[in-house]
């Protein structure tokens, strides 16, 4: 058997083609395991026969960002935030292109608060908003999808995943 061992500061052919092959799977794989993941929708239930087709905030770009930037919203679309505890938590339309409504949900699944009609703010510093009881879920829909479907505090709603 015969070896051939390239001078040094001179890789041979198959070194560097080995090499480019490794670098090609090693790329190939970082994509395919770091691909962004399918957004997931969660249908939202209302008591009226009414759905918001809601899509998670599940990234941390989500949970901070939710619907900002968004120049619209399709009638019966928003977004739902699910938070690992209930709490008071605050919202806010910073960067917000359309008003919407906000509904806080309780574990149970109730409704606890309602704001409607909350416009984008457009100067520092933005309000934020908050319920007065604690929250496990925030749901953002369009302004005026609160009182088209006729949604108060005490409602209860059912959570389907989408598949």
């Known amino acids: 058997?015969?070896?051939f061992i390239a001078p040094q500061g001179e890789p041979s052919k198959k070194r560097l083609i080995?090499?480019?092959?490794m670098s090609f799977f090693l790329v190939t794989g970082a994509l395919l395991f770091n691909a962004?993941?399918?957004?997931?929708?969660i249908h939202v239930s209302f008591p009226t026969g009414a759905v918001l087709?809601?899509?998670v905030a599940d990234?941390?770009?989500?949970l901070l960002f939710g619907l900002a930037f968004r120049e619209s919203l399709p009638p019966d679309a928003g977004m739902l935030y699910i938070f690992p505890e209930s709490a008071p938590h605050r919202v806010w339309t910073k960067q917000f292109k359309i008003p919407i409504d906000v509904i806080w949900v309780d574990e149970s699944k109730h409704v606890v608060h309602v704001i409607k009609r909350?416009?984008?703010?457009?100067a520092d510093p933005c309000p934020w908003?908050?319920?007065?009881?604690?929250?496990r879920y925030v749901i953002e829909a369009n302004a005026g999808f609160v009182d088209r479907e006729g949604i108060v505090p005490g409602m209860k709603l059912k959570f389907t995943l989408q598949l």
Do not use: G, H
């Open 1 to 3: 058997m015969i070896l």
């Open 18 to 21: 080995f090499l480019l092959v």
């Open 36 to 41: 962004p993941e399918q957004t997931q929708v």
């Open 53 to 55: 087709r809601a899509e």
């Open 59 to 62: 990234t941390p770009e989500k």
């Open 118 to 122: 909350v416009e984008p703010c457009q």
């Open 129 to 135: 908003y908050r319920p007065p009881d604690n929250a």
